[in-house]
């Protein structure tokens, strides 16, 4: 049962209370440093790659990035950590529910371990100094509201800096359809082979589909032709809270397809792949489709169409990542809900409106269609569905399979851990645990823990408040659950709801006792 135990300090020490058991105190100042930390500076910086609207998307993968702003300095020690949001407790209003922060673990590539004593983190394996690390964060399931990601770092031994500032990032989960979101930006494609996709542009606009949002001459309206490209990150044929260029203006005011062709086209050949046009439809409802060729520097795709008849509305897709972040392979298929954007330079307000040049022109945004009806409630207008059709072998293409390229970077040695699992899960195994006598054997589950320290303020040196104790579900032979330090994580090994509903693995009962009021001022300046 020792493994429990430090278990159970872990816990506690989250928990902002004392732990008897020193050595195992998770305490994320660096290399144990007992000085305090220097006042926060921009010198180091965490950023969560592919987050820039601070909202993530669940259970999706992404590279936290520790580093120092001007490329130069230097740390020998640190720890990448996520705290998770909490949400109030119907039941006990002094003890508010943890949510779930998602996991932080080693990336194969950097020199890190998971932190032997503390929660979802990983510090360094060895004290060179470092400009930049990576972790990877893999973000919650939905519901778990907002997630800090910090980390704390050494500039060398006894000087440091707290998670404060710019070494703290707060997001907040995304609650939009998952056909709503681009897939995240891969600022690193390593696939080798070209691909080719189809690009299908569903038009679901109808009179019947969207009352409250159609000319009122129905016959007019339709899309234009639908024309982009594939390109690189160095080109955009537009950018939300940007300025429209005069190609989109003409396109979004006029459905004139023209100058954007010309404008694309002069990138042909450099930052641009394929310019893709697919014909416009008589009726809104109806499909189009092109192809399109994307390879290893061209792997974005940009698409516009105007909405017709309307003052500068258009619907689009700017720097759709058909690269996967995740795998580093072309993406089989994707779909994306399209909604109306605003170019920004005509102020009509109604499909049919006279022109009406807005002066000084207005960044794109959502076009202000029909101010009643709730941005939740609104029906896309259209599906854009991507499917790869074929990969091409390129001469950078060695015999290797893709696989095994995305390995290329780390040591032969590392290969189990290749897979970005946390390397500490075998460790959960060596855990002794014991079925409780008379556990369901529907359901087996450990013995009820001893009794957490109360917690609560200390007031005239009475201590009135909260204790909780845990135990766990027992699956496959090992204990899981989100109590478990280092455990198998929950998609691996799940407990049947049936068990999670009857069998609780945590209680929390009042509890009053005596305290020291000086010795609770030194816990609270804990870092944790
Ligand atoms: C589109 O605009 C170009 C000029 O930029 C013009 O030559 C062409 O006739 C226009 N096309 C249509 C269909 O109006
Ligand atoms: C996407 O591809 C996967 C695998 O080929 C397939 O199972 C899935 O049904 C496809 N989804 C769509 C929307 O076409």
Not at 111 to 121: H, R
Not at 340 to 353: I, K, R, V, Y
Not at 389 to 396: E, F, G, L, N, S
């Amino acid at each position: 049962m020792a493994r429990m135990g430090s278990i159970v300090c872990i816990i506690l020490i989250l928990s902002t209370t004392l732990c008897e058991c020193n050595n195992n105190i998770c305490d994320r100042r660096p290399l144990g440093t007992k000085t305090e930390p220097l006042p926060p500076d921009n010198r180091f910086k965490i950023d969560i790659v592919g987050i820039n609207d601070d909202q993530y998307i669940p259970q999706r993968q992404y590279t936290v990035r520790l580093y120092s702003t001007d490329s130069t300095s230097t740390f020998i020690a640190f720890t990448i950590a996520a705290r998770e949001d909490t949400k109030p407790n119907e039941k006990n209003p002094r003890k508010p529910i943890l949510l779930d922060a998602g996991s932080i673990r080693v990336s194969p590539e950097f020199p890190s371990k998971p932190s032997p004593n503390c929660k979802n983190s990983v510090i360094q394996s060895d004290i060179t100094p470092k400009t930049f690390v990576e972790a990877i964060w893999l973000a919650p399931p939905k519901d778990n509201k907002c997630v800090t990601i910090y980390a704390v770092l050494a500039v060398k031994e006894d000087v440091w800096y707290n998670f404060e500032g710019p070494l703290s990032k707060r997001v907040c989960e995304d609650r939009r359809n998952a056909e709503d979101m681009q897939p995240a930006v891969n600022d690193d494609c390593r696939v080798c082979e070209d691909a080719r996709y189809m690009v299908m542009f569903d038009g679901i606009w109808s009179y019947n589909t969207h009352p409250y949002m159609f000319p009122e001459s129905r016959s007019l309206a339709r899309f234009s032709d639908v024309v982009g490209a594939s390109h690189s990150n160095r080109y955009s044929v537009y950018q939300f809270n940007s300025d429209a260029s005069a190609g989109l203006q003409m396109l979004a005011e006029q459905g004139n397809t023209t100058e954007l062709e010309i404008a694309i086209q002069s990138q042909l050949g450099s930052s641009v792949r394929t310019i893709i046009k697919a014909a416009s439809q008589p009726q809104p409802n109806m499909a189009t489709v092109a192809t399109f060729r994307v390879t290893k520097v061209h792997h974005l795709v940009s698409l516009v169409t105007a909405i017709l008849p309307s003052p500068d509305w258009f619907l689009g897709v700017s720097n759709m990542e058909l690269c996967d972040a995740i795998t580093n392979r072309w993406a089989p298929n994707l779909t994306l809900n399209l909604y109306p954007l605003d170019a920004g330079t005509d102020s009509g307000l109604t499909f049919e409106a006279p022109n009406e040049e807005t002066m000084p022109p207005q960044p794109i945004s959502s076009a202000p269609i029909n101010k009643d009806i709730p941005k939740e409630q609104m029906r896309p207008f259209a599906k854009l569905k991507f499917e790869l059709i074929r990969t091409y072998q390129t001469p950078d293409c060695s015999t290797e399979s893709p696989v095994d390229l995305n390995l290329e970077d780390s040591k032969d040695d590392d290969k189990d851990t290749n897979e970005y699992v946390a390397p500490t899960t075998q460790e959960a195994e060596e855990v002794t645990i014991s079925i409780a006598p008379g556990s369901s054997p529907d359901c087996p589950i450990t013995e009820w823990e001893e009794w957490l320290p109360c917690e609560g303020e200390c007031e005239n040196n009475r201590l009135k408040g909260f204790q909780s104790r845990f135990r766990y579900h027992i699956v496959d032979g090992v204990p899981v659950g989100k109590y478990v330090e280092n455990g198998p994580k929950m998609e691996d090994k799940e407990i049947s709801p049936y068990c999670l509903e009857n069998y609780p693995d945590s209680e929390t009962q009042e509890c009053e006792e005596s305290c020291d009021e000086e010795e609770e001022t030194v816990a609270q300046r804990r870092i944790w």
